[in-house]
């Protein structure tokens, strides 16, 4: 008879908070402690057909860059979609998702099922799949991934604690920035920990994890490459405008690092100065062509120049809704989060929660 895996949920109190990144870290840090592993994501978060699709690109990256075999990828249950919702609402949609959830331990799974929990705690509850109720179903034990805003992640915790009891193991504070490392550690820790939820990791700030490629930024804003488009894989990490004068614009630039910079098509000066600096793609806006000497300065420093046809507001709205909704898709960013969570991910207190001895299964 085969040995029936353990399921581990990983959630969060809030949406963006890194969660994807941080299970892929996890799963490689168990895969090298000899673990099979499954991986699933039950809840899809999708209000559009596009965000479906990227929901399931996600999916296929993780299971790909894990070396995943088909059978140990858990199929999605609900794609949290508007009409989805629309469905249940209506009467249309009378399914017994807790049901169908139950057919993941109907299959053989390996030594531990990781799960990607949806947005938040409450999200699927309207088909009794919230992160509560899919840990009830399945008799599984949670981890939340909380990003550190300031002291009150607390506050999320110990509601999350009141919600799930002993199911919740422990927690991983992502984002924080390096000044406030040392007071997670001596503040934050010990009294999370002395309310019974362990602190897994305390994770630093990590701008490349919070960058965005030169091509993504194409595609969200459908702009025009007008020159290096061989540099789409460039990483920016920070947005900054150019509409002040030249002088001023200099001392801005030179604070940034690997910035993309938005200017108007008619700003040669700015265009010049953002060149000079640690900029990563020029993003010109009023449909306005730039001087060959750009293009040409642009060219031989290999940094893309974009042409958008979106006023300055739109185009920063737009980058900036970029940023906060990350993905993982680059290489870069994979070697970055393995390595991170490597340093400071405790792998071992995790599998002594879970009742998990790596050695003895190998």
């Known amino acids: 008879m085969p040995k029936l895996a353990k399921y581990l949920l990983v959630g969060s109190p809030e949406t963006y908070s890194g969660k994807s990144a941080i299970i892929l870290g996890m799963a490689h840090r168990l895969q090298e402690k000899g673990l099979d592993i499954s991986y699933g994501k039950p809840v899809g978060t999708c209000l559009s057909a596009s965000q479906a699709e990227l929901i399931e690109e996600d999916i296929q990256f993780i299971t790909q860059t894990l070396k995943l075999p088909p059978e140990r990828v858990l199929p999605m249950l609900l794609p949290l979609s508007q009409s989805a919702i629309a469905q249940r609402l209506t009467g249309e949609d009378i399914a017994d998702y807790a049901q169908h959830l139950l057919s993941y331990t109907q299959t053989p799974s390996g030594d531990l099922v990781l799960l990607e ?30 990003r550190f805003h300031s002291e009150l992640v607390v506050d999320s915790l110990l509601v999350a604690k009141q919600q799930l009891g002993d199911r919740l193991i422990g927690t991983l504070i992502n984002d924080v920035p390096h000044e406030q490392v040392d007071l997670v550690n001596s503040q934050v820790k010990p009294f999370l920990e002395k309310q019974g939820i362990e602190v897994l990791a305390v994770l630093p700030r990590n701008n490349l994890l919070r960058s965005v490629s030169v091509g993504e930024l194409v595609k969200q804003l459908g702009a025009e490459v007008l020159c290096r488009a061989d540099r789409m894989d460039l990483m920016v990490e920070s947005l900054k405008i150019g509409a002040m004068n030249v002088n001023s614009a200099l001392g801005y630039f030179r604070k940034a690092h690997n910035m993309a910079v938005v200017t108007g098509g008619d700003r040669t000066d700015i265009q010049l100065a953002a060149l000079e600096t640690s900029t990563q793609c020029l993003i010109l806006t009023g449909h306005i062509p730039p001087m060959p000497t750009i293009l040409s300065r642009a060219e ?21 809704r970029a940023f906060g909704q990350v993905r993982l898709h680059e290489p870069i960013k994979v070697q970055a989060i393995c390595q991170m969570m490597a340093k400071h991910f405790n792998v071992d207190r995790l599998l002594a929660k879970l009742g998990l001895n790596p050695v003895a299964m190998v």
């Not at 949806?118 to 909380?146: H, M, W, Y």
């Open 117 to 146: 929990g949806a947005g938040t705690l409450e999200e699927g509850k309207l088909f009794n799949l919230s992160l509560p109720q899919i840990a009830q179903t399945l008799d599984a034990s949670v981890v939340l991934v909380s």
């Open 300 to 320: 031989d420093l290999e940094i893309p120049i974009l042409s958008v046809d979106l006023d300055t507001l739109t185009t920063v709205e737009i980058i900036d």
